[in-house]
């Protein structure tokens, strides 16, 4: 990634749309830990979608907040549940997440945070994976990027590659867990400098030993968020 990205979305921020309907001194935030210090969210919960559903709308509910907040760059055991995230030879596995998720209600709106057309999207139909997927096309100031929105429900798919989507129109929303890659309801955020010429897809968890070059490629997706600072 070049430095030019982040540094134009820095300079940008005040110009970006909510990607959520959020009133900061209204609504509450959850941040929610998905690591192994997180010794609540048992091997059993994980592997049971309606469990693991129940287990975050409980927290939600015990928080009276709005949504969770899943943290960038966070290590997750996790991604355990799905043999998506193992490589098919046995060796290391997936686990570095690289967006941040925002756990809610299914059927949540999703709003674009800026213009931008349509650069591709697919149904990523595997266990633990995006379900649901949306890639969008962004310029600002010169500067060429991606934003990816993943567990989305699946009629938000009926759309066409290249159509221009708003700054601030709703485009897509939550999906259920038989739409979203068998997920508790949330949105996977994530910001994508090179996209290397992938359509509807692209990793939103990397290996440990790969984070160098991903934590570079996908820079922190809060600095279009700006949600981790009502946490």
Not at 41 to 61: G, R
Not at 170 to 187: M, R, S, Y
């Amino acid at each position: 990634m070049t430095a030019s990205l982040v540094n134009v979305l820095e300079k940008n921020k005040h110009l970006f749309f909510p990607v959520v309907h959020f009133e900061p001194g209204k609504d509450k935030l959850l941040k929610m830990d998905f690591t192994e210090a997180n010794k609540d969210l048992t091997k059993t919960i994980i592997e049971d979608v309606n469990l693991y559903s129940d287990y975050v709308d409980q927290k939600l509910k015990q928080a009276s907040a709005k949504f969770g907040i899943g943290g960038y760059a966070e290590h997750r055991t996790v991604y355990s549940r799905s043999k998506v995230f193992d490589a098919v030879d046995g060796s290391e596995p997936r686990r570095l997440h690289l967006g941040i998720d925002i756990w809610g209600e299914a059927g949540t709106p999703v709003y674009a945070p800026l213009g931008g057309m349509i650069h591709s999207y697919n149904f990523n139909d595997q266990y633990g994976d995006y379900g649901a997927t949306v890639i969008l096309l962004h310029q600002l100031d010169g500067v060429a990027f991606y934003t990816l929105y993943g567990h989305l429900s699946l009629h938000d798919l009926a759309m066409v590659d290249g159509q221009y989507i708003n700054r601030g129109q709703e485009f897509a929303h939550f999906g259920v867990p038989a739409e979203n890659g068998h997920w508790p309801p949330h949105l996977h955020f994530q910001i994508i400098d090179n996209l290397e010429l992938k359509e509807g897809d692209y990793p939103g968890v990397c290996r440990m030993s790969d984070k160098d070059y991903y934590l570079k490629n996908c820079p922190d997706a809060d600095l279009i968020l700006q949600m981790n600072q009502y946490l």
